[in-house]
């Protein structure tokens, strides 16, 4: 996944330069907040002096889906303490869950579930920070015509499409593409918001009704 971890933020690194963001301003960023989507989110409301609170509003809805990691999280990582819990949390990726999320459908017993975690997201955090800080220092020099935004994007649906192992996740994907793009024309990327909304309340559903199935008839 590193490749496709790479394309991605070399895409924002550049998109951080031609925002006219200074360089030293522009690499704080991306040690400080480390979330792809919620800096190049940012950017256009930075550039057109936008209200902070706006700015705020806007990286608050686009990072959201963390908060549903989190809940993911819990059960393995629960027992550590606040502050090891917290580094974690800072940690957080959509691959990292992905992959953590393929290894370990449930708690097991005994497992250091935090080794495996760590083992993945500190590569991803390496990677994403020299190709984003890559990004903002060749700045104008990368034309769009190379599509490495679409590159990792592509990177990222294949994780997720190994993901879909069952009919209620199937349903939950489809429904929250669906309503991805019924959404899109909300303001502050809130059409996410929407999708994860909406994925989660199908596959709860999609779940009861099939373990309603699968219960013996009295």
């Known amino acids: 996944m590193a490749i496709g971890i790479g394309a991605w933020g070399v895409v924002a690194g550049v998109a951080m330069a031609k925002s006219g963001m ?8 991306s040690v400080v907040t480390y979330a792809g989507s919620a800096q190049i989110a940012a950017l256009p409301l ?23 990691f989190s809940f ?13 819990r917290i580094v974690l949390s800072f940690l957080m990726g959509d691959t990292n869950f992905a992959i953590f999320a393929r290894r370990f459908s449930e708690p097991v017993p005994g497992c250091r579930h935090e080794d ?22 060749v ?14 994007t592509m990177a990222l649906l294949a994780l997720t499409c190994t993901q879909l192992r069952s009919p209620s996740s199937w349903v939950a994907a489809v429904m929250a593409a669906c309503a991805a793009v019924a959404a899109y024309a909300l303001p502050l990327k809130l059409n996410v918001v929407v999708a994860i909304a909406a994925a989660v309340a199908v596959g709860v559903l999609s779940d009861r009704v099939g373990a309603a199935r699968a ?3 009295p």
């Open 22 to 29: 200074g360089v030293p301003l522009a690499v704080f960023m």
């Open 46 to 68: 930075i550039a057109a002096d936008a209200p902070m609170w706006v700015v705020w509003a806007t990286t608050l809805c686009v990072s959201l889906r963390f908060m549903a």
């Open 72 to 84: 993911h999280y819990r059960p393995y990582f629960a027992h550590l303490p606040l502050k090891r």
């Open 116 to 137: 495996y975690f760590l083992g993945s997201a500190v590569v991803t955090f390496i990677v994403w920070q020299l190709s984003i800080i890559t990004g903002i220092l």
């Open 139 to 152: 700045g104008h020099g990368i034309p769009a015509s190379w599509g490495l935004g679409f590159a990792g």
């Open 215 to 217: 219960r013996p008839k």
